[in-house]
């Protein structure tokens, strides 16, 4: 019974996790048509962030707000000089993009150093569920994505402009002849995608160790949950997380992480395949 307690609440951390950091992604990539290769930097920035705030010894918590503004200001930055010039060329995107990743990396390694930095947990104490001790501050993770999650789909679904920006994605002769100024929009959209990974960074930095190349152990799970859910929907983003999640943390506890990627890879082939636009994309 503690083990299958214990593997749930891992199996749901793990998920969590990879939904914070597809949310991004999903309105980057599968939103505006643009590969961002560089969506791990970004990831990694807000984890950064965290180590500023570390340094300058102030509360932890004050790194959920700076990396956001941090990274939403980066995304405009990066948007107005490279991105906006390689929208609907996806060959020339993921060059820029992969350049950016690249630029960012070695920046990071030349301010912070190559070595790792270790940040200490906010929330220390584990806390007791049935009859298995589990860390707290994963169990706030898990919130955290949750809440980000359900008010990121409230704001696409359920304002005005977030109708606005679907609607520039869907058809944008068609929105920019009814007046909606599809430049802000294409702006606003990018930072709002950086501004979450960069959330996304910060969160996780407690329980991973904060290097220049921790961006990519999640960059290709999330891809992968975008092709596999469908990549014209935040929909498309919670069915393909759970996906690729699950059968990693399955896979993983009953062989090994070697055989876990091997299935992964094989399983989003095979899905791609039959259904080319993503699962959610073919029931739509």
Same mark, same amino acid.
């Given at each position: 019974?503690?083990?299958l307690i214990t593997f749930l609440l891992d199996a749901s951390n793990f998920a969590l996790a990879l939904l914070l950091v597809t949310l991004g992604l999903i309105i980057i990539y599968g939103l505006m048509n643009v590969i961002n290769m560089a969506h791990g930097e970004f990831f990694l920035l807000g984890a950064y962030c965290v180590v500023l705030i570390q340094n300058a010894r102030l509360p932890f918590w004050c790194a959920l707000l &700076? =990396?956001?503004v941090v990274l939403a200001l980066?995304? &405009? =930055?990066?948007e107005e000089l490279i991105i906006r010039h390689v929208y609907r060329r996806f060959i020339d995107s993921i060059?820029?993009?992969w350049g950016i990743s690249l630029a960012l990396k070695q920046i990071v390694i030349i301010v912070f150093g190559p070595t790792a930095q270790s940040i200490v947990s906010?929330?220390?104490?584990?806390?007791?569920?049935?009859t298995v001790t589990y860390p707290a501050y994963r169990l706030f993770i898990m919130g955290f994505t949750v809440v980000l999650a359900g008010a990121t789909f409230l704001f696409f679904y359920r304002t005005r402009i977030g109708l606005a920006i679907r609607g520039v994605i869907a058809n944008r002769p068609m929105a920019a002849s009814l007046g909606i100024n599809t430049r802000f929009l294409d702006r606003s959209t990018f930072a709002i995608g950086a501004a979450l990974a960069g959330v996304a960074g910060a969160v996780m930095a407690p329980i991973m160790s904060v290097d220049p190349q921790m961006g990519v152990g999640f960059l290709i799970p999330a891809f992968l949950s975008i092709l596999v859910g469908g990549t014209g929907t935040l929909l498309g983003a919670v069915v393909g997380t759970a996906a690729i999640s699950g059968t990693t943390t399955i896979v993983a506890n009953t062989w090994s992480q070697v055989v876990a990627q091997i299935v992964v890879f094989t399983m989003a082939i095979i899905v791609i395949r039959l259904f080319p636009q993503g699962i959610m994309a073919r029931r739509s």
């Open positions: 019974m503690e083990s &700076l =990396a956001p980066v995304g &405009l =930055a990066v060059l820029a993009t906010p929330i220390p104490s584990p806390v007791q569920i049935l």
